[in-house]
């Protein structure tokens, strides 16, 4: 099979790369070799590899910038997740993005399912969903997989913050009335080579870990299990205002994809086999593009 991964060097782009199947022919692509908000670059690298499956990684994180820098966030967001649709129906590939849990307002007091409306609070959170409907509005039949609190050994996210914050401090305060799920890359990743090979998947799918928590919870666990005596103290968002709202109820319901034969991440015990591991920094060199199998 013939894939073209796009965003390669993110924390989901580089947890895929260690997770490719062998038997792939894989074009890995980060944002220097294919800005997805070129449609004519990505219609020139679409053509000339003509990949059977899309994996779109790339994106526009930066939750709270986003508020402000807009135009760059629904560039990434919304019109990059369009060009790859495009690129992906002229050459018949299928295409699986990833979207988020912030997508929806967190106003529900049950676990978010697949069919529920979006309604998002922050700009980012509209910048995913503008992404979902275009992407759907060109491949109907694409795949865009939902996911939250997303850790890793790579890139920038809670645990890594938490564990930088531990290393000068006793103790913290981590707001306690927003909860979701935490889900470790690398089992989203395993999600999507999963997908990547079940032919008849298409529609939206949530992925996301099996335990819901709040951020002070989660930053507890991550303290439990890196043996660490900081105390986290709980406090409310109301007490840590920041630049984009979030929503207070992410957790989204997963039966849609177990169904399909992929367990929700055991994110639990995923952050303990990854410790050591998220404890270093690491700084790999930025690669081309390259073909690795
Ligand atoms: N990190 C999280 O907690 C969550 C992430 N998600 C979604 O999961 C997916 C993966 O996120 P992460 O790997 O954590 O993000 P990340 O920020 O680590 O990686 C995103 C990558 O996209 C690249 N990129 C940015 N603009 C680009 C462009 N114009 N063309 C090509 N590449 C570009 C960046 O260089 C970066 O390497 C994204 O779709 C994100 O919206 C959803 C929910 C939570």
Redo the contacts with the bound molecule.
Sequence with gaps: MRVLL??????????LLDRVPAAWVLLA???AE?????RAAVERVVKKFRPDVIL???????VDKAETDRVRAM???AI?PENLALAARDVGARLI??????VFDGSKKTPYLESDQPCPINF?GLS?WEGEKRVFAVLPQAIVI???????E?????VKTMLRLAATRTELSVVNDQVGCP?Y?GD?AMAMIALASAEQAQGIYHYCGDVAVSWCEFAQAIFVVTQQDTVVKGISSGQYPTAAVRPLNSVMNCTRLQEAGVTPSDWQACLLLARLSLSSVFTPPEPGVKVLH
């Design positions: 796009t965003g390669a060097y993110g924390q989901l782009g580089r947890s692509c980060g944002s294919l800005d997805i908000t070129d779109n990684a790339a994106a526009y994180t930066a560039k990434v967001n990059g993005h990833i979207s988020t849990d912030y980012y995913k939902r996911t939250s609190w997303v850790f890793s790579y890139g920038s996210n809670f889900t890359a989203l």
